[in-house]
């Protein structure tokens, strides 16, 4: 698909497309020429759907900060659903009669009777018409219109982290892990990379964890995300699995774990235990025996988890400088091209000012930077300096950056954003099978077929990657699989509010 055949506006609510979908049919000359013939009150639908329609930008906005706002999107949001289910069957129906030419026969029809209909629609609407009148009490505005971009093209390779800022930090913990001194619990070295969420701890672990001297060094590795629930028989399966490149079906843990001493008996290996939260991991590091000189890096945001654990070395990650968050802003907005001051003076001023809001975090600097890249007009670049977003720092335990790098998204894509909120964290995104799942959710049109549908869904991937929603994964040497950040995934449940229902792991 080309990117123009799917270009949007940049910043319309959640809604807006599903809204938008069911307004266009509502006028199709096909289905008022069914609803006509059946008599049907469709009118008033239309009517108050246009009448929401202009105030969605301004309560997506608003739903951060008020609680009210936030409630009243949450059903309707369940409305919406209901209202495109009821579409959906009428379409069904209108379908049916066209292939068969007949108003009644042998098919079975969703509907009793045209006052069932009705009815059905007379109940939609008065949902609907509540929260059309208390858009005024909630102090809805309708939104000013915006500009249209088209998509900017995407391509099916991932593109690399931009470091910043860490190469000292690589330095330190290279030693770290290459000397023999210091090995503890087995003799076995402990390094915990200490630090907040969205400080960088995976992205300094990983640059350890593929650097040609550490490689050298070791003669085994392995990678696992643990996650806030610790799974020891998991964890274990995950190391053997990454060590012997094949799949253990067995859930007997001491068979396991035998299994995995005697791989690494006279072997020095290194393995990451990425996004620890509690101490459990403990017992595991104790249950390794290799050769001297061994190393476990684990990464977490609590300080208890790296003390209990009897860490050999517990090194704090420290904030980015303010420098450093805007070198990184302009690496990810201009990317190839490269910055050069005297060609964006006033955009480099303004970047400056958004830099000092990434509060040292990696992570903000990063989406803000792709967030930019799309539209480098010194009057965008003020919009995100001066957004009221930045005065609820942190709430919900949402970063304002990534809050941003929402609002921004073309509605047909926060969809799919909003849907990876069923995934628990860490989870490993099939590319190819989310797109399919997108499709069959509706949130992708493929009237044009289903390879085009496709190619659209693997665009909004790319597009998900491009601005740091979504990004490789991190034990995944094949590129097939990706992830979520946990401050990301946090914002998938936050959007998606009540109708989040969220699969786990058992």
């Known amino acids: 698909a080309s990117a123009s055949a799917i270009s949007t506006r940049f910043g319309d609510a959640f809604l807006s497309a599903p809204i938008q979908t069911m307004i266009d049919k509502l006028s199709s000359t096909e289905f008022l020429d069914y609803t006509d013939h059946k008599k049907l009150n469709i009118s008033l639908l239309q009517t108050t759907l246009l009448a929401l329609a202009p105030v969605l930008d301004d309560a997506e906005k608003k739903q951060f900060k008020n609680q009210n706002v936030r409630h009243w999107l949450d059903g309707l949001k369940d409305a919406i659903y209901d209202a495109e289910d009821l579409l959906n069957q009428i379409s069904y129906d209108s379908l049916r009669c066209k292939v068969t030419n007949q108003v009644r026969n042998f098919l079975s029809s969703p509907f009793n009777t045209n006052r069932d209909i009705n009815s059905q629609i007379e109940k939609l609407c008065e949902r609907l018409q509540h929260f059309a009148h208390m858009k005024e009490t909630l102090g809805l505005q309708t939104a000013a219109s915006q500009e249209v971009f088209g998509r900017v093209p995407s391509t099916s390779l991932v593109r690399e982290s931009v470091i910043v800022g860490r190469k000292d930090d690589k330095k330190k913990l290279i030693k770290m892990l290459l000397s023999d001194r210091d090995t503890d619990n087995n003799d076995i070295g402990v390094v915990a990379i200490l630090g907040l969420g969205g400080l960088g701890k995976t992205t300094l672990a990983q640059l350890l964890y593929n650097d040609i001297e550490v490689r050298n060094h070791f003669d085994l590795k392995a990678w696992v995300c643990v996650s806030e629930d610790f799974n020891i028989l998991r964890v274990t399966k995950h190391l053997l699995e990454g060590i012997t490149s094949r799949t253990w079906d067995s859930n007997d843990l001491d068979i396991l774990q ?233 914002l998938t449940t936050f959007i998606s509010g009540a109708s989040c229902c969220r699969l786990e792991l058992v």
């Open 258 to 490: 035998a299994e995995l001493k005697q791989i690494l008996r006279n072997k020095r290996f290194l393995f990451v235990l990425d996004d620890v939260w509690n101490d459990d991991y403990y017992e595991l590091v104790t249950s390794f025996a290799g050769k001297y000189g061994s190393k476990v890096i684990i990464t977490t945001r609590v300080q208890t988890v790296a003390e209990v654990g009897r860490a050999s070395h517990i090194y704090k990650l420290n904030l980015l400088s303010d420098e450093d968050c805007w070198s990184l802003i302009s690496k990810c907005a201009f990317e190839s091209e490269g910055f050069h001051g005297d060609e964006y003076p006033t955009l480099e001023a303004i970047g400056r000012r958004i830099a000092r809001k990434c509060q040292g975090l990696p992570l903000a600097a990063k989406a803000l930077g792709a967030l930019l890249h799309f539209n480098r007009d010194a009057k965008h670049w003020n919009e995100i300096l001066y957004c009221d977003i930045w005065e609820l720092q942190g709430d919900n335990g949402v970063l304002p950056a990534l809050r941003l790098s929402y609002l921004y998204l073309p509605s047909d894509l926060k969809r799919c954003f909003a849907y990876c909120s069923i995934f628990p964290k860490d989870y490993p995104l099939d590319r190819k099978q989310l797109v399919l799942l997108w499709i069959a959710e509706g949130f992708i049109e493929n009237s044009l077929g289903m390879k085009e549908a496709e190619e659209i869904g693997d665009e909004f991937f790319g597009e998900l990657i491009s601005r740091s929603l979504i990004q490789q994964s991190n034990d995944d040497v094949d590129g097939k699989f990706f992830a979520m950040h946990d401050l990301v995934s946090d």
